[in-house]
């Protein structure tokens, strides 16, 4: 039987895990890092955190016997995040992430570069360059940081990063080059436009399930092992997830909220990022800014610990106070910046565990948004949908997701299913896998299903219609 070892280099956390080929998982270690917010609307990692991070983690597995006999190691990570680096692969500067939203005066000014046939292929059809765009924040780089930028010779991904610190060799993918590939599948040329030379720092492109190389033995794994050059967190947990033919949908409970679905060939919608097919996967996506992020920002504000503010949360009478949880602009289906979270509606009698509860409703409604976003850009209805995360860890926020997007959810038994979608990725790359499909129905389990409560309908579908308008009218104040 193999054993396959998947890496997620998450926004909070590196998680590493070793699974049989028929989804058991052997052991997993966790390593947490930091991000820093050294200005308002900024926010930096340091790479040097995560490789940290990631050779704790494999040092524990390697002291509990759990790295013997692998047959194959899988990536993933963040993505919309980016570093830059020199020859050496040593990082020049903290790297961007996702949530930083620096970049949004630059990326404006790029997008009126591109002709209308080039804009209609960036960001998987969105139509412009966004402050998370790898061109945005090379632009800013080169205004901003000179003596960096005369030095930088790589851009790169986490995960592409993390890569070349295992094997020597940088290698990425087109699933997670998010507007960075055009039609041919390779780099376009209209990157350079936006900042000359940017071709020429992007790594070269490969199958999310081919071998980019072998382990050297840095990071404490064993050499020789090949390595899959992987995807972002987002799609592997989709592969973790069970997603594997038209129809099939997911909720990614994370730092932040991303809701996905497989469709057949075509479609999409405003405010949704199309993929290109993969594998027989067509997948149209939709991710938040913030999902478990706005309820660690909540224990901030309100006191206590995730635990008891869930704790508190279901001790609240269904109310009408309402959560908009823009805590740093919004990504789909809204790609705004400038929005910011609200609770409204509270009164007098509106204490911690009604913020609380309006919290994790607030998050069900940015997915509801979402996912009827997506529903129009597959063409059909959504029928159920997988769930994984850690936010799926509590099934309070499960039943809460269930109401409010009026869907079953099926939990699945592997809650990481990042971590587990990389060591798909691995057992692809090395032949073990076979296809898709039979993969997700050997590794995958469902461990629950959350069904709507039909006695919170009608409360829900109004506090959504009020959610929305909130939104819509609160917009321009911030703009």
Known sequence: MSRLLGIDLGTTSVKVAVFTDDGERIAAATRRHPTHRPRPGWAEQDPADWWRGLTGAV?????????RDLTAVGLCAQVNTQLVADDAGTPLHPAITWQDGRCAETAAGLTERLAAA????????????????PAARAAWLRT??????????RLLAPKDWILAQLTGRAVADPLSSIGLVGPDGDHPAWLDLLVPGLRALLPALADPASVAGETTGAGGLPPGLPVAVGTMDAWSALLGGGIAAPGDAIDVAGTSEVVAVAA???GGAPGIVTFPTWRGLHVHAGPTQAGGDALSWACSV?????????GLAGTAAPGTVLFLPQLAGERAPL???????????????TGRAELALAVLEGVAHAARHVLAALESAAGAPVPALAVCGGGANSDLWCQV??????????RTAERDAGVLGAAMLAGLAVGTGGSVAGLAARMVRVDREFTPDPRQRRRLDDA???????QRALAPIFR
């Open 59 to 67: 040092a524990e597995l390697d002291a509990a016997g759990a790295l």
């Open 118 to 133: 080039d804009r209609a292929r960036v960001r998987g059809g969105l139509g412009t360059v966004d402050a998370s765009h």
């Open 144 to 153: 901003h940081r000179p003596d960096v930028w005369r030095r930088t010779t």
């Open 264 to 266: 057949t060939p075509g």
């Open 302 to 310: 309100l006191g206590g610990t995730v635990e008891e503010l869930l």
């Open 335 to 349: 790609w705004d910046p400038h929005l910011r979270a609200h609770w409204l509606g509270a009164g007098f009698g």
């Open 401 to 410: 997701k269930a109401d409010v997007l009026d869907r079953p959810l099926r």
């Open 464 to 470: 959504h219609d009020r959610y929305l308008e909130a």
